[in-house]
């Protein structure tokens, strides 16, 4: 998704905007630019694709200057071209970034042209420049301007603006979409996520919702929505901020070895050796845990696939119905409440945007309370829930989700068991049981990874595909959704799961030798249900790709090729056969040569709707 840099110095920042924009490539994009300011005039560069061709592109110009601005820009209003990405100028004296969308940019626009404005692009970002222009002739700083124009917007914004009159100022304005700032000395920064601010200051400060910001060199002011000067904390941003690939050579595979080590982490201080410790949450959570009667939980892509997941483990171990949603239709539906339900959002970033729409109705919907499961301890969703449970998987670059996906998986199983004691369903034993299961997940994820050379070969097969179905039963069914999410999303092959009983009604039809059909069979009570399904695939000349636990007996024959998985108890299946599937994915990526940190047309943050 779009990304935002700005800088205010006493020295060029071209290469600090560069540098930060790299920092943010991860996101997802399709253009880059930069505007300075500098001596009298206002200098702008833009190229489509990478940031290393804006810097071609910069290479070959005098784009220098001591105050600027920069965006990576992935298009929703528009066409990816030049003239589309940002900055955006009005009368070539005000420069603007914009990561969201303005709603009502069509009302905007049309005020504009009748003004005199001329449009030169079809993004709603162009609107901000021009009517933050309009104003500055009749508002006293560009401050006030950006706070009258702000007040006219609907929609969310990160900005940054700056203008030629005003060569010693920086603004930047936030609604609904991140914003930091970063804190120098002689020198401040902006950005839209702390990874881009690390090479020059570790002290930042998170902007809140409806917040406007003036920065000098030496001085900052934050100013909230009603045009009050606030206070912000100032935090020390801290090694875990930034990410680097370690040796390997894409941040996914680096991310799916680092998941035992993330899912260690996001257990400790929940369990003690024999019992869950809801109070971990927070002082108010046993409370509300213990009231919750229903579970409504809404998400996203791989977060949504955690979801459903919980569903099965809530429903068992704590007897409490759930309801799981997709962000996007949750928030345009009439949703009935019933009383005493928990509101659960899931999101590695904490700033998709579905999800914290859907997190603003439930906050005046009359539910017992929210809480989000979140891999991201700054972000929006973690500021306006109720409860808070951080996953802690620690910066997560590719787009394609792993370990988030594995560390919110291991999160619900927790408040799955959490909700089970507290409402006098789990005995102690069976709590016990289920801490010792946990336990044993980053150990039992680490042998999975030994699976990675088997995996390896096995994508040779898919390399030539362009179809895939993934397969499984009960907490599996999630599971096979997500490995067709992975190999599509990075592979670009095109694949659909299925709960495995579902077959005969329809996509039994798709079945043939170039259908490839990848199955997750653990050893559970539906395995023989499973067994009878893989059958009617086989008979119906499909080719088979079965990872399966060892005591299952299902065995490597004709049309069927088994890749054993270690075997556990069932409870925690889900994570465990999650590793192949990401394995599988990444490595049919590498044999067609995507770009598989960062998929054609994918963001890692969707911020917008
Ligand atoms: C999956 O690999 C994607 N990254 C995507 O489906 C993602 O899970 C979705 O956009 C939701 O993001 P969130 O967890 O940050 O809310």
Known sequence: MCGIVAAIAQRDVTPILLEGLKRLEYRGYDSAGVAVVDNGALQLARAVGKVAALQDTLNNTAVRGALGIAHT????????????????????????????????????????????????????????????DFELRRCPSLLAAVQAAVAQFKGAYGLAVMA?????????????????????????????????????????VFLQEGDVAQLSRETWQVFDAQGEAVERVVHEASQSDVADRGGYRHYMLKEIFEQPRALA???????????????????????????????????????????????????????????????????????VVPSNTLFVTLSQSGETADTLAALHFAKSAGYLATLTICNSAQSSMVRESDLAMMTRAGPEIGVASTKAFTTQLISLLLIAGMLGKLRGRLTSAREAELVSHLSKAPGLVEDALKMDKAIQALSEDFADKQHALFLGRGTQFPIAMEGALKLKEISYIHAEAYAAGELKHGPLALIDEDMPTIVVAPNNDLLDKLKSNLEV?????????????????????????????????????????????????????????TDVDQPRNLAKSVTVE
């Open 265 to 335: 982490d996001t257990l400790q201080e929940r369990i003690s050796h024999d019992a869950l410790l809801p109070q971990s949450l927070g002082p108010a959570a046993e409370k509300l845990l213990a009231t919750a009667e229903n579970v409504h939980i809404v998400a996203c892509g791989t977060s949504y696939h955690a979801g459903m997941v919980a569903r099965y483990w809530i429903e068992t171990l704590a007897g409490v119905p759930v309801n799981v949603e997709l962000a996007s239709e949750y928030r345009y539906r009439d949703v």
């Open 537 to 593: 695939v086989r008979a119906r000349g499909g080719q088979l790709y079965v990872f399966a636990d060892a005591d299952t007996g299902i065995r490597s024959e004709p049309a069927i090729r088994v890749t054993a998985v270690p075997h556990m108890d069932d409870l925690i299946a889900p994570v465990v056969y999650t590793i192949p599937l990401q394995l599988l994915a990444y490595h049919v990526a590498i044999l067609k040569g």
């Open 164 to 204: 030629l009159d005003t060569p010693d100022e920086l603004v930047v304005a936030r609604s609904g979409s991140p914003l930091v700032l970063g804190l120098g000395i002689g020198e401040n920064f902006v950005a839209s996520d702390v990874a881009a601010l690390v090479p020059v200051t570790q002290r930042v």
């Open 73 to 132: 820009r992935w298009a929703t209003h528009g066409e990816v071209s030049e003239r589309n990405a940002h900055p955006h100028v009005s009368s070539q004296r005000v420069a603007v970034v914009h990561n969201g969308i303005i709603e009502n940019y069509a009302t905007i626009r049309e005020m504009l042209v009748a003004e005199g404005y001329v449009f030169v692009s079809e993004t709603d970002s162009e609107t901000i420049a021009h009517l933050i």
